[in-house]
């Protein structure tokens, strides 16, 4: 198989669960990989020096090859959600500076179960292929066309792109949808930007290549996990996993194995100088004793309740 270029983003809150996913598709990779951390060009505002060479020494340690790749995009004091990093406006403006034929763009909530990389095949005739998402028609009837088919809003989670049409297509657009995000009302970032600028050119991607437990859906033989939504596995407390759906519990305890072999392949000769490093992360992450953890799970259950009560 051709070299793959993988590229991903995250800022310090998800270095850890971004080391998890980049191994975790390193053990179900067979060809040459391509590595680009994206960044926008005002990363250290959201990473540290020593994030970046950790995850650096980590992808080299795989045998894939790296490249930091700064972004013309400023993104620290960009719209944010509850849960999710602005760092994830860059996924636009690397698609404007890519140099890659083609590329796929990964969510750092992912892991890979199975062999992903032929997802590249997906990519036809438009810039971007990428899975459906559901439960967007009100997103769809302001901006699409009249008469234009339901269902046409991609998630952004996992992207095929072809780099040189985006540019051609989509990059005027998309920036000057950005310049009025608080205008045009946007809410799920970079995501409700791109579908606003790509209106459904979107080749279809396979489903089990952006299997979304959280959804409750039932996907066969998924090939990539995404931890779309408000819970996140790195962030697990028991309480939690029983409440869960069962798919999503069944793709917790996924995670969990991925979780435990990073593990213990840092603790082994190739990254032996970065253990440390690691498991500072993930206590970072997690808080002292679980506590972040149990914070912001109680948070996401009593936003559920608010919502209940306030249909």
């Given at each position: 198989m051709?070299?793959?270029t ?14 998890i996913?980049i191994f975790?598709y ?13 960044v ?15 995850v650096e020494k ?6 894939w ?10 993104a ?26 083609k590329?796929?763009?990964l ?7 199975r062999g ?11 810039a ?10 009100d997103f ?6 009249n008469?234009?088919p339901r269902g ?13 049409l985006?540019?051609e297509?989509?990059e ?6 950005m ?6 009302e ?6 409700d930007v ?8 979107v080749?279809?991607?396979p489903p089990?290549?952006?299997f ?7 996907v066969?033989?998924?090939i990539v996990l ?17 409440s869960?759906?069962?798919e999503?519990?069944?793709?917790f305890g ?5 979780e435990?072999q ?7 000769q ?9 498991k500072?992360?993930?206590?970072s992450?997690?808080g002292?004793?679980?506590?972040k ?19």
């Amino acid at each position: 198989m051709a070299k793959v270029t993988v590229a991903m983003t995250a800022d310090s809150n998800f270095i850890y669960p971004l080391a998890i996913s980049i191994f975790s598709y390193s053990q179900q990779a067979a060809g040459e990989i391509q590595f680009e951390y994206a960044v926008p060009s005002d990363w250290r505002k959201m990473l540290r020096q020593k994030e970046v060479d950790e995850v650096e020494k980590l992808v080299k340690s795989l045998n894939w090859s790296f490249r930091l790749v700064e972004c013309p995009i400023s993104a620290a004091e960009l719209p944010r959600t509850l849960h999710i990093s602005p760092i994830t406006f860059v996924k636009p403006a690397y698609f404007d500076i890519a140099d890659a034929e083609k590329v796929l763009f990964l969510d750092a909530d992912t892991i890979a179960v199975r062999g992903w990389e032929d997802m590249i095949k997906f990519i036809d005739k438009n810039a971007i292929a990428a899975d459906s998402e559901e439960n967007m028609q009100d997103f769809e009837l302001k901006w699409g066309s009249n008469g234009q088919p339901r269902g046409w809003y991609a998630n952004a989670g996992m992207l095929v792109a072809k780099p040189d049409l985006w540019r051609e297509r989509h990059e005027n657009r998309w920036r000057s949808l950005m310049n009025d995000y608080r205008d045009h009302e946007f809410e799920l970032l970079e995501q409700d930007v791109m579908n606003a600028a790509l209106l459904g050119a979107v080749d279809p991607l396979p489903p089990e290549y952006n299997f979304r437990p959280a959804y409750g859906k039932k996907v066969e033989n998924p090939i990539v996990l995404h931890y779309a939504g408000y819970w996140k596995p790195w962030l697990a407390t028991p309480g939690l996993i029983r409440s869960l759906n069962p798919e999503l519990r069944v793709a917790f305890g996924a995670y969990a194995r991925v979780e435990k072999q990073f593990q213990a392949f840092v603790e082994g000769q190739s990254l032996s100088s970065s253990k440390i490093f690691w498991k500072e992360a993930r206590r970072s992450v997690r808080g002292p004793f679980g506590l972040k953890a149990q914070k912001y799970n109680l948070r996401g259950l009593l936003g559920n309740i608010k919502r209940i009560f306030l249909r």
